[in-house]
């Protein structure tokens, strides 16, 4: 089975700029999750989605960032306009969700960089 | 406030010797509790889980975590360490709040490192 999917792997943009991030989750899967790593604040989860509703964006740094599920097999997260301070790498995951499979599956990560 | 809590930032271990990255919980209700491994420029990958059950959890390439609810523990061991098991690992719970999706509360991580 595909895993999560994420693309670009590697994203170089300059300030100002918008960039868009893109996963597919694991199919059947009905929550999606996106997080944020970096060395000083470590994982932190921005947003996620139950049947693609968003439920809780109170992870979502500013109002520079948005995220969007149409539909069960995609999923973007915005950020415009871009500033150096969220270089960082961006990991979406999906789960399965219902009782015992709350386990999440993480993608290879966009490793975003602003300059 | 439902966190996990890994006290060590960093594990050094010897190559053949046993190894454990500790994990503390603090939940209300009965835990869900998982460990990932995340290698380096890789996304983070299940390793395993505890629900309910067996205190003694296995789990992939040999890890395995002992559930300890008096001590509110749920350390990840392996009897012996290799080379290729250094990385970053973060233990995580469910958060109960979330009725109706799996989010999960993360740890900070542990650098596990394994010398030769």
């Known amino acids: 089975d595909a895993g999560v999917i994420q693309s670009p792997r590697h994203e170089v943009t300059e300030m100002g700029q918008e960039v868009t991030l893109r996963c597919k989750p694991i199919s059947g899967h009905n929550s999606l999750f996106w997080y944020r790593q970096t060395m000083m604040r470590g994982l932190e989860l921005l947003i996620y989605f139950n049947n693609n509703v968003p439920i809780d964006d109170s992870g979502m740094p500013e109002d520079r960032f948005s995220a969007k599920m149409p539909n069960a097999s995609f999923s973007t997260l915005k950020i415009q306009p871009s500033e150096p301070r969220d270089s960082a790498v961006y990991f979406c995951a999906s789960s399965l969700g219902g009782t015992l499979s709350y386990e999440q599956y993480f993608g290879p990560g966009t490793r975003l960089t602003v300059t | ?116």
């Open chain 2, 1 to 116: 406030a439902q966190s996990v809590a890994q006290p060590e930032d960093q594990v050094n271990v010897a190559e053949g010797n046993p190894l454990t990255v500790k994990c503390t919980y603090s939940v209300s209700g009965n835990p869900y509790l998982f460990w990932y491994v995340q290698y380096p420029n890789r996304g983070l990958q299940f390793l395993l889980k505890y629900i309910t059950g067996d205190n003694l959890v296995k789990g992939s390439y040999g890890f395995e975590a002992e559930f300890n609810k008096s001590q509110t523990s749920f350390h990840l061991k392996k009897p012996s360490a290799l080379v290729s098991d250094s990385a970053l690992y973060f233990c995580a719970v469910r958060d109960q709040r979330s009725s109706s999706a799996s989010k999960i509360i993360f740890g900070s991580g542990t650098r596990l490192s394994i010398r030769p």
